[in-house]
């Protein structure tokens, strides 16, 4: 009875999510980022003296990662915790999420920004339909050769298509690591830098469990793909989802790079000004 339930639950484990100590590595911050419950959970806590980070063991080059986070809670004014894809170099290639505390009460800010060769600037910014701090949620990244699908809990709130048609770089050319951190941004983070981190709270902490990686894995030059793998090659997001992301940008946008003319004198970014 106890083999078939161990069996069970590691065919469970195996289907839902891959094994932290395998697949992630506690890369800085000590003690304060911790594997736990035999690689079913990891923590990442920030103090007044350090804050601390993971990174993936693996490379990816296209696929859908997801992970399940449960984000600081309580005051988490100053804190942010930085989850993202990116490549190595001057001419980098990244897909962030950041997710800036605030006070008791008041709405985190999940920033993200795409990087193609070196360059960003293309903020856009939210407030979520949920309190990301009471239970799990999942934030996924697509990545393929067409495009870019920032999601969370499977709806859409940010797409970045491939325009390289129109001479817009797009993340392509190099394999990306995954990696989270947690760390003190009180200068600039929660409304502006006007709220300090409280450090009678800490230590600050944010949990994740249920990685899947649905990726191409890199490894020594060379790209392998699982069958499951490729038939994310060619997703884009079909009438529902068009019209959750349509939603998501209505109701919880807060900040569009493609909207800010004061930051763009000389015109807007090429691709802010494509037409469907
Ligand atoms: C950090 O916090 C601890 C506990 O509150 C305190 O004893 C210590 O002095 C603080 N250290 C710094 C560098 O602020
Ligand atoms: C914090 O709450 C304030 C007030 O609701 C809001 O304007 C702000 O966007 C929130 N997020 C951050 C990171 O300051």
Not at 4 to 27: A, C, H, P, R, S
Not at 92 to 104: A, M, Q, V
Not at 179 to 194: C, K
Request: proline fraction near 4%.
């Amino acid at each position: 009875m106890m083999i078939i339930l161990m069996l069970l639950l590691q065919f469970l484990m195996g289907v839902y999510g891959e094994n932290f100590i395998q697949d992630l590595k506690i890369t800085w911050g000590n003690d304060r980022g911790k594997i736990l419950n035999d690689g079913q959970l990891l923590t990442l806590t920030l103090d007044n003296y350090s804050g601390s980070g993971f990174e993936s063991s693996k490379e990816y080059h296209f696929g859908k990662i997801d992970m399940q986070i449960k984000l600081v809670p309580g005051n988490s004014a100053g804190t942010v915790t930085a989850y993202y894809l990116s490549s190595k170099g001057d001419t980098h290639d990244e897909i962030d999420y950041e997710f800036l505390g605030n006070l008791t009460g008041q709405p985190y800010t999940v920033h993200t920004n795409v990087y193609a060769e070196g360059k960003g600037e293309r903020e856009q910014q939210f407030h979520l339909w949920f309190d990301p701090t009471v239970e799990f949620h999942t934030y996924s990244i697509l990545w393929n050769p067409q495009t870019i699908i920032f999601s969370i809990d499977e709806i859409p709130i940010r797409e970045f298509k491939n325009r390289e048609s129109i001479g817009i770089p797009f993340p392509k050319t190099h394999a990306m690591r995954l990696y989270s951190s947690i760390w003190n941004a009180d200068q600039w983070a929660t409304q502006g830098g006007r709220i300090k981190t409280d450090w009678s709270q800490a230590p600050f902490r944010a949990s994740y469990r249920n990685f899947k990686a649905d990726a191409c894995v890199r490894d020594a030059g060379r790209t392998s793909c699982s069958p499951r793998t490729l038939t994310w090659m060619t997703k884009k997001l079909d009438d529902l989802n068009v019209n959750r992301l349509k939603w998501v940008r209505e109701n919880f946008m807060i900040y569009n790079y493609c909207t800010d003319t004061k930051r763009f004198p000389q015109g807007l970014p090429k691709e802010c000004r494509v037409r469907e």
